[in-house]
C-alpha cells in the first residue's frame, strides 16, 4: 500500500524509546516503567532515497523500528481494540539528533523520520528488524523483545493525546542505535516490513 496516501494526513508522529530489553540493558536502565515520548513534526516524514540532514545536526543516530500507522480518530481506545484503529505497518528510521538531547530538540529535524511502504501484519509481536550500515549489519532484534506492544503503546498513547487518522507511533529501536554521517548508506530491513534505502547528504 502506498505511504504517501496516508502520511499527507499525519499530524503527529510519536517517537518511543527506550521500549527493547538489550537496549534499556545496554543504557543502563533495569525497570519496566512505561518508555519515554517524544514528538516529531510531519515535515520530518520522507520517502526519498536521498536524505539530507540539517547542518546543525553534527551528530546524529539511525534507528531502525517497526512504525504504526493509525487509520482512524481514536482516544481512549482499549488494547484489546487497538487493531480495528490500525491502518498498517511500516519499517522506518527514527533519525536522532543526539548533540541536541539536553536541547530538546533531538526529534524536530525535517528529513529525520525516512519510512517504507503501509503493510498489513498479522502479528507485530514478531517481526524482525534489522539496520545495515555501508553494507555491514549494525542492528538485529525482532519485537517480541519488546518490553511494551505496538498494542500497548498505540492504547497507552491514545490515553494521553488524540490520535488521528495519519497519525505515526514509532515503537522503539533495538541494541546499538548507530552515529551515522553525512555519505552513510542506510538500509533498514525486515522480513515482514520491507526494506528502505537512502544515502544520507549535508542540507542546508
Not at 160 to 182: E, S
Request: a negative charge; glycine letters at 6%.
Amino acid at each position: 500500500m502506498n505511504i504517501n496516501e496516508w502520511i499527507t494526513d499525519t499530524r503527529k508522529i510519536v517517537s518511543v524509546g527506550p521500549n527493547f530489553r538489550a537496549f534499556r540493558h545496554q543504557k543502563g536502565i533495569f525497570h519496566e516503567e512505561p518508555p519515554t515520548l517524544s514528538l516529531k513534526s510531519p515535515e520530518s516524514l520522507t520517502t526519498s532515497a536521498s536524505i539530507y540532514v540539517s547542518p546543525q545536526m553534527p551528530e546524529f543516530f539511525c534507528e531502525v523500528e517497526m512504525a504504526v500507522v493509525i487509520g482512524q480518530d481514536a482516544k481512549h481506545v482499549a488494547e484489546s481494540e487497538v487493531r480495528s484503529i490500525i491502518a498498517g505497518y511500516a519499517i522506518a528510521n527514527d533519525i536522532t539528533a543526539s548533540t541536541h538531547f539536553e536541547s530538546g530538540r533531538f526529534k524536530m529535524y525535517d528529513q529525520t523520520t525516512p519510512i517504507g511502504e503501509l503493510v498489513q501484519v498479522s502479528d507485530p509481536t514478531n517481526v524482525q528488524l534489522e539496520m545495515w550500515v555501508n553494507d555491514r549489519q549494525i542492528q538485529l532484534d525482532n519485537t517480541s523483545e519488546m518490553i511494551f506492544s505496538a498494542h500497548w503503546l498505540v492504547a497507552h498513547i491514545s490515553d494521553i493525546m488524540t490520535l488521528r487518522k495519519g497519525d505515526i507511533i514509532l515503537t522503539g529501536t533495538p541494541a546499538n542505535p548507530h552515529i551515522c554521517k553525512v555519505g552513510d548508506r542506510i538500509e533498514m530491513r525486515s522480513p515482514q516490513l520491507g526494506s528502505i534505502r537512502h544515502v544520507l547528504h549535508q542540507g542546508t
